[in-house]
């Protein structure tokens, strides 16, 4: 068997991203965002709400999950004209910007306006 033609077995990555991403949005509602949360949970029956938790945790994943195709995307895109480390550089600073653009006005900017 040629290990060199073997596809690397990706399964034991997707718990590794579950807990890094449940991690990141845990200290980002706690740290980062954590003024507009406690209005938000003030205006709440129950201190911390499922339905709050469940619904920004949503959001979350869906802001990360469309910042990684982005990154691939564009790394894809830049790498056909500029040297595929640069290309990933400037492909990962766009993504975390968006990430945070999407976090700061759709999953947490609940309170923004106010």
């Known amino acids: 068997m040629d290990l060199a033609c073997t596809p690397p077995n990706r399964a034991p990555d ?13 200290w980002n509602r706690l740290w980062t965002w954590s003024d507009r949360v406690r209005t938000l949970e003030a205006q709440e029956a129950q201190p911390v709400s499922l339905r709050l938790l469940g619904m920004e945790f949503g959001q979350y994943v869906t802001a990360s999950a469309f910042g990684s195709a982005l990154q691939y995307v564009l790394t894809l ?8 480390r ?10 975390s910007v968006s990430n945070f653009l999407a976090n700061d006005r759709w999953t947490f900017g609940h309170q923004a306006s106010k």
């Not at 997707?14 to 845990?26: D, E, G, W």
């Not at 640069?86 to 993504?95: D, E, F, H, R």
């Open 77 to 84: 895109l830049l790498s056909g004209s500029k040297d595929y």
């Open 14 to 26: 997707a718990p590794r991203i579950v807990l890094a991403t449940l991690n990141n949005f845990t």
């Open 86 to 95: 640069l290309a990933n550089i400037v492909a990962i600073l766009a993504a």
